[in-house]
């Protein structure tokens, strides 16, 4: 089985407690992470250190989310902490700190290969795309039939600003002939769904062009939760 996940935003617990609910077995069953593990709450670096081997051995993907792109401009002296803290990065921070320098290079080194996308085929959507945030309203890349091509899209707009791109709202904001024309389904995170769907629940929110999986692992506060998607079976978890 191929599940999806994103935003689990430092929740180890919360985590470790979704693999436990989908009985994830890591011999057959293979994990995609959307982006997102770091800040927030306590743990995004005990996170690292647990996927970090599955990530190598191919049991786990995982795609950069804009927190970890924080992480990579943070160590190479590009942001700075009082700005990190305020996007939620105080707990990585901490962790940082307490490493050695080895270890801090060896994580800049795991952060900046990360890939921004991977496709998937699917059974219900065909094939799609994986992403941490969409796509970004001025990078539309078209193929000749008209259509949006969105892989292009997604490595023109990383080319040209990939912060911009990581923290880009576009997709949800999209008129409806941009997402009629978009080539590829989407499975995105980074936005929370209380806030998009309509009755304000943190379940996974579904539409025809795309789905979004951050149910607000990084907002416990605000009543957020961890969500996750099975690809091959269509059905949604939760844990909370
Ligand atoms: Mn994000």
Redesign the pocket.
Known sequence: MRYLIS?IHGDFDLFKKMLRTINFNFDYDQLIII??ILDRNRHGIKLYQFIKPFVEEGTMQFLM???ELFAIRYMKGELSEKRWISFGGEHTLRDIKEMSEEEREELLQFLTKLPLYVEIDTMKYGRAVIT??GISATMYVYNEDGTINVTKSIDKAARENLFEY??SLDLHYAPAHIKNALDRFLFV??VCTFGLNEDASNKIYRTPHYMNL?CGAGHRDLGGILGCYCVDTDEEFYVS
Do not use: E, M
Request: avoid cysteine.
């Open positions: 935003d982006g997102d989310g804009n927190h941490h945030t990581l923290i995170g980074h951050d």
